[in-house]
């Protein structure tokens, strides 16, 4: 599933092919809001935790969230999709080459003015975690950021499901939640109220620390062997040995991996 590591990659492939090219075609069958039209221009690719933008020169902001389905592919032209017709959500077509998005289940666009106004999709986010902040205090201070942002949620929030929560920091999936609260040694099912503000700050610097680790190519880590604990079922914990769990729960059953003998 996508995780913001995921989205950064993904706008660094679009990037090269879209940057400034001229839009030869748009299909969206889907697509809330206005549609920009042949002949504008590709200003930029822009990927903002979860969330990849396609910035018009006519003024317009294309918005996709990935959620747990989506995917940007580029396809040279002639070539095949990568995915069936009928998933395709979006298609940008420029010289030699198509964008397209698959099974995205947000499609929109909203005037690229209105970034940071109430019109714009994405501004009741928290900071982007894949972020290189630049400096030590940059990024100590982005975990604050998303640290006090905490404070508005309900006190008996599931910790893992407020690593997930958008609006305190942006960029955290399914695996990155399972594999920080291992590392931290935090049961994923212990409500925010029981998570002291240094583990909260710990959790956050730590998924910060491995989605940007991730951005490079090769497959994704958490720890020198792998994955952590998501996708390892009945496998030995890496700490202590009891059998990994797996288990769907909350109103949107998010799939979470722990052990439930060190994580407490
Ligand atoms: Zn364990």
Redesign the pocket.
């Known amino acids: 599933m996508p995780e913001g590591d995921t989205i950064h990659r993904a706008a660094a492939r679009l990037r090269p092919v879209l940057g400034g090219a001229t839009l030869l075609r748009f299909e969206a069958p889907r697509l809330a809001g206005p549609r920009p039209r042949v002949g504008e221009r590709i200003d930029s690719v822009v990927a903002i935790g979860k969330h990849l933008q396609v910035n018009f020169s006519g003024g317009l902001t294309l918005e996709t969230h990935m959620r747990m389905t989506g995917s940007w592919h580029v396809v040279a032209q002639g070539q095949r999709w990568p995915k069936a017709p009928h998933l395709m959500r979006c298609a940008l077509v420029v010289e030699g080459y198509q964008a397209v998005c698959f099974s995205a289940p947000v499609i929109r666009t909203f005037p690229t003015a209105a970034r940071g106004t109430a019109s714009d999709p994405i501004v009741h986010l928290g900071p982007d975690l894949v972020l290189d902040n630049g400096s030590a205090e940059a990024d100590a201070a982005v975990v604050a950021v998303c640290v006090s942002r905490m404070r508005g949620l309900d006190p008996g929030t599931p910790i893992g499901e407020v690593l997930l929560d958008q609006r305190v920091g942006n960029g955290i999936g399914n695996v990155y939640k399972s594999d920080v609260c291992w590392i931290e040694g935090v049961d994923p099912f212990a409500p925010l109220s029981q998570i002291d503000e240094a583990t909260r700050t710990r959790l956050i610097a730590t998924a910060s620390r491995l989605l940007r680790v991730n951005l490079g190519p090769g497959r994704r880590r958490t720890v020198a062997e792998g994955l952590a604990v998501y996708g390892r079922r009945n496998a030995p914990?890496r700490?202590?040995?009891?059998p990994i769990r797996k288990d769907t729960r909350g109103e949107l059953a998010r799939i979470t991996y722990w052990?439930a003998?060190?994580?407490t």
Do not use: D, V
């Open positions: 914990c700490r202590c040995g009891a052990c003998n060190c994580q």
